[in-house]
Every structure is written in C-alpha cells, then in structure tokens.
C-alpha cells in the first residue's frame, strides 16, 4: 500500500547497541505535564509508538535537585522514587516496537531553583537565564562541582535504565543545557582546563559521554543534542565552530540530534519559517561523521522527509510538532493514506502549554494530552450512542470538527453554513500575512467529510429558529463563531468607549472582508494574541502609514508564549510600524484619537486618519437564544439537546474550537454525571510521617 518513494523513511538504522524500525525520531519535546501529569505523558507517548514512530524521547528530564526550572513543569529524576513514573513512559514508547529515550538536563545558567532553593551551578558565575528574568546569579563550577555533575549523570543514566529507556539523549542546544553553556563563549568564560580552546570547552562533554558509555553503554545508546548556531557571531557558539566540534569529535555520541541555537530559531511558527528551515545549518555535518544524524525542520510533507535523506543532510528524520498534530504521520505514510495527515500548521498554541505551566494543546489534534485524562484517541471515535442523527450550523473550526467527528462515530450530520466557503474564521484568517498554513485546519477537516456518505453539506444556509424546528433533527449543534467588537469593549474598558461616528472605523472582520483604511491608521491593539500585529503588516502592505497603539508592553504580548513575539516586534519596526507602548485609547474623535498612559493616566492626542480596533469578539448567540426561549417546542419537533460550542459560546483561539468541537462529538449521547470531575488526574501521594 505505501508508494515506493517512500520506502527509504522504512529502512532501519542502528543508533549504538539498538536499531530503530524505520527513520522516524521523536526529538524530546515539552507538553506542560513533566512530574505533575506523568501518566497523560505516558499516554501520549503510547499513542506515538502506535502511531509507528520508530524513537520515541520524553521531554526533558532534570537529573538533580541542584538544577531545576520552576515554574516550568519538566520531568525529574532525583531519585529513585522518581523512577517508577518514568518506567510506566518507557513502557509506553515501547508498546510497539519504538525505541524509548529519555532527554537528561542540567539547566545550569538556566535553572534559577525557585523550587530548591540551592544556590545555581553554572559553567561560569553570571546571572540566570530565564524567561522571566529571575534576579537570580549562578556561582560557576570548581573542579570539585564538576567531578560531582559527572557522577550525577551516571547516577541519572543508571536510573534511566533501570526505568527501561534504551536511548539517552544529553541536552546541549537551545541555550538551556549544560553542554552548549560550556561549548559556548556566550557562557564559557573559563580560563582552565575547560574554557578557552574549542578543545577545551568540548572537554566536559566528552568526559560524560566516556562516563556513561562505561557506565550503561552496552545496553544504551547516547544522542547529543547540539546547537546547530547561536546565531551570535563569534561570542557564541557558530554553525562553524559546531562543524569544527563535530569533525573533532566526529564518532562521540552513537547519533548527533541538530537543533538551532534558540529554541525560537529552532521551533519557529509557520508565519517566520517554512518547512525545513534548518537545511542549510545541517547539509554537509552528516560527511564529518560516521554516525547517524537527525534534524527537525517542521516536516509534514514525506517528499521533502524523502529530500533529507537522499540528499545526504540527515539519516532521521526529527519531529516534534507534526507528530503533535498527527501521532500517527508515518503509519498514514506507510498505508498509503498521504491525504489523511493533519499537518501540522505552525500555530505554536502546543509551546504556550509549556509556557504557561498548563496542559499543552494542539489546533489540529485535539486529543492532545487528552489521550490518558479523557480515553481519547486522535484516530478512534467511541461508538455511536442511540440518536440517529444531528445538525452542525456553522462551518467553522468548531462546526467543521464537529461534523467531521460526529460522523466517524456513525451519526447521520447535516451542516449548514450561512455562506459559500468553508472554515469560518480560518478562511479570513488564512489570507493575511503569514497565516497561509492555518487554512489546514479547514483543508484537512473539509476533505475528511468529503468521504464520508453519511454527511450532506448545505451552503448558503442562514438558518433561523422556525427553519429548524421545523427539520426534525434530533440534536442541534450551534457553533456559529464570533464577530469583532466595534466599541473597544475588552482589558482596558469594560465599557464602550466615546465614538465619533464621523472617524473611518474598521474592525477586522471588515478589514478580512475586503474594506481598507487609507493614509495614516492608528490599530489600536487590546486583544495582545497575534490578530493585531498581522493586521498591521497587512495594512502596510497596502500602503497605509500604521501607528499601532497597545496598553502592554509588548506587541502581541501573549505571543510571547508561542515564541513569536520578538520576531513579530522586529518585522513591523523594521517595515516603519510607529510603535507605541504601555499607552491605551480612552477616546476617538475626529481626525485623532486620546490616548492614555496606563501608569500616569496622561492623556495626549494623537492623529490618524482612520482607526482599526483590535480589541475582543462576541459571540453569534442570536439563533441559540432563539432556539433556547423556544425549549417548549423542542419536544414536539423531535429535538433532545440544542448546545452552542465554540467561539459562538466563548471566543478563544483556534485550538480552543477545534477542542469544544471534538469534545461535543465525544459527549453526545453519553450520560452526563452530576458535579464529577470529566477528566482524570494525577493525586500527590502524601509522605508518611
């Protein structure tokens, strides 16, 4: 069944004492559950081996109390005690026929031990490193630390095999682990044995790498993750002086695990880096080796996986976020169902779990995480329940995952969409700058319902109350999406703002819609996601002079947890985007608009020619209330549930509808149990007194 193009990401390859089944490696990723959630982590870990992929990784996994970063949630292997959760993850990857690694980190200048309180260790004394500026100072290593942090990663790589894991993969990219901080001058200041020379600085590395191997080598294999380029010139550690490491060092690790400096560089979204981004970094390291090598670059179509490895860049192919979005990419490639693939878009909404301490996400997989908590699973559908059949209004996100899940489970599905196009907001949304990837989430779910028999699609379909009382469904799915508020109502007011009628504005869903504002556009921002900061690389490219205006301190402030903020900063200053921050909009009047400083209050004007208001949606609810002051007549027309899902219930991201969507799907026809918990949950085991 599998097109023989294809054949060549099935062929084995030895890694050390181990060979994995085919060229597909789950490179260690996050997913917000670490040490709180383990059996959710296990679970999704399960779901990859079914899935086919031939290396499996966790995320990683801090191997000592004296380095760790709290708030974020990674996993732990103190001590022994942290070994069972683990075993059941080892278990889990290896249930068919996976390898199972485990990704071990010392964060060093990254690891501010909020929760231990021990002083940092760091290749050199400087201030922490973290996301959220800790005023926190590392004291740098003496010999004595170091000979302590070789131990501890034999103390750690025995734990890890008592656990079952076959690989062990040592973190040294991204800036976070220990092996780039001293590969590094960025953060090797040293002046022995271990600083100074690229001889030198490669030292410690070498020195764990013999430890380990002596220690657990002949039962498992070691992958060092690498920086691939700083991206800081000479300070840093370069794409030249990474080549010069690995030409030095060419047979140290059983296989090298490439990823960029940054993990913004490295995991950036679909909007700043295309599909194999990293190609030009890695072709040519795969000659100054003889062990295998293995990349990411966001690969979703298997013609370029294919690329990689004809053309000699990379022996497997690395995956972390198109596995998110499919588990199961390389069985579907291996089947013959090309066409079946979720691809991933390049959202990044699974990097704000991890970010934000919570349960990762997925847009296009929304069992993500929900395969243990709820029984979920991305390619199974529970049984139909007893009702025959449902009406979807709305062919949105939401509408479309619905539809689409709803008749897997065997229900006869009507969906009624007011227009002619498909996708709701991803439709508008996927013709703005940079936002063409984001129409997957509506390819992928529009061709599913295009082979199924059992579901009939009706366009031009303004549905009101009456017209669907009157149609006999049993159950009624109002997931009718949101519009954008004119009044400026969302963080800063909680009540309309003063208008001038006689001020051009747009809000955008007019601007999607096809209207332009001209000459000088003030876009007043207060929604903080990524609608703003798009609109205005829009209206530049139309020629408008943009002045944006946000009360935060950062544009497209929450995309700091999806790794784009300072990319989507740099793209409109650097395309003359008149950036003003921390200052809000109190008022619009005509030909200007006053503006307010959110720590002062200080008011001043400033002119603009039209104005474009980002600020909240409010959902389409006009026809579920409707329908709801009508619940008397449902009895008689046959209806037994009517429920309202997604943006029209309460507007999120994308990620957010596709989830309520596949959720209603799930639930339908099922017993609801009064005031229990819908989801399961890990319970802290309290310690004996």
Known sequence: MRDPR??????????????????????????????????????????????????????????????????FIELRLWEDRDIPALRRMAEAMKSHGALAGIQLAYSGVNGPNLYTREVPLAVSAMPIRTFTNDPVQARALDRSDIRNLRRWFVIAAKRARAAGFDLINL??????????????????QRSDEYGGSLENRSRFVREVIADIREAVGDVMAIALRVSLDETIGDLGFSNAEMRDFVEMNRNLPDIWDLARGTWEDCSGPSRFKEEAAQEALVRGIRELTDRPVVGVGRFTSPDVMVRQIKSGVLDMIGCARPLIADPFL????????????RECIGCNICI????????????????????????????????????????????????????????????????????????????????????????????????????????????????????????????????????????????????????DGAMPLFTPDEIMEGSLPSGRVLLYDDDHYYMGGVLAEHLVASGCEVVLVTPAARVSDWTFNTLEQHAIQKRLLELGVEVVLNRGVVAIG???????????????????DAVVMVASRIGNDALYRDLRAREGDWADAGIKSVRIIGDAEAPGPIAWATYAGHRYARELDTPDVDDALPFRREITELWDE
């Not at 899935?51 to 966790?58: D, K, Q, S």
């Not at 005509?590 to 603009?608: K, M, P």
């Open 6 to 71: 294809y054949d060549i990401l099935f062929e084995p390859v030895r890694i050390g004492p181990h060979t994995a089944k085919n060229r597909f490696y789950q490179v260690p990723h996050c997913n917000g559950g670490g040490y709180r959630d383990p059996s959710a982590a296990a679970a999704m870990r399960a779901i990859k081996a079914e899935g086919g992929w031939g290396v499996i990784f966790t995320e990683q996994c801090e191997i000592h109390h004296s380095s760790e970063i709290t708030p």
């Open 352 to 499: 704000s779990g991890d970010m934000t301490m919570s349960l990762s996400r997925c847009t296009q997989n929304p069992t993500f995480m929900e395969e243990w908590r709820k029984g979920w699973h991305p390619e199974l559908m529970n049984p139909k329940g007893e009702s025959a059949n449902v009406l979807v209004v709305g062919g949105g996100p939401a509408g479309l995952e619905a539809a689409r899940a709803l008749a897997v489970r065997g229900y006869d599905v009507a969906l009624a969409e007011a227009g002619r196009e498909l996708g709701g907001r991803v439709a508008r949304e996927r013709r703005l700058p940079g936002l063409s990837a984001w129409g997957r989430v509506a390819d992928y779910r529009i061709y599913q319902l295009s082979q199924k028999p059992n579901v009939e699609i009706y366009f031009d379909s303004n549905l009101d109350a009456a017209s669907i009382l009157s149609f006999g469904f049993e159950h009624v799915c109002i997931a009718t999406g949101a519009r954008w508020r004119r009044d400026g109502v969302s963080r800063q007011h909680v009540v309309p703002l003063p208008i």
């Open 590 to 608: 005509r030909g200007h608009v006053v503006s307010d400083c959110v720590y002062t209050g200080a008011t001043r004007e400033i002119g603009c």
């Open 171 to 188: 973190y040294g990219a991204h800036g976070f682990g220990i092996f780039q901080h001293f590969l590094s001058r960025a953060t090797n």
């Open 330 to 341: 390389p069985k579907k490639i291996e089947e013959g169902r090309i066409e079946d693939i």
